[in-house]
């Protein structure tokens, strides 16, 4: 198996595994998958991504935001999702990733 493929079988694994639902490990059992492998394969795929992959999103500020607010409300469709310092940004960036897909 060529690398191409195995990065597109990877991909589609992992694909499935959010469409799931399913943890990681319940994930893996369920499909004979070692979580080691998973887990490399996420990092990989995520970090092979590519600026042109990426697109700006409009944001539109209503003003009721106060200039010492220490957070931060991004809506996404119908999702809210509330920003504090010391946010994760990777969790963050999955998350914003998930709901533009959703929505």
């Known amino acids: 198996m060529t690398q191409e493929e195995k990065r597109k079988e990877w991909q589609q694994r992992i694909t499935e595994w959010e469409a799931s639902g399913k943890s990681v490990r319940a994930f893996c059992v369920e ?3 070692r979580e080691s492998q998973m887990h490399y394969w996420r990092k990989r795929l995520r970090g092979s991504q590519t600026d042109s992959n990426l697109r700006w999103i409009p944001v539109e500020l ?3 935001f106060a200039d010492n607010s220490d957070r931060l409300n991004i809506r996404i469709g119908r999702a809210i999702v509330e920003v504090q310092p010391g946010f994760n940004k990777a969790l963050f960036s999955d998350i914003v990733r998930t709901l ?3 929505c």
């Open 62 to 64: 209503d003003g009721s």
């Open 100 to 102: 533009m897909e959703l």
């Open 31 to 33: 499909n004979g998958l």
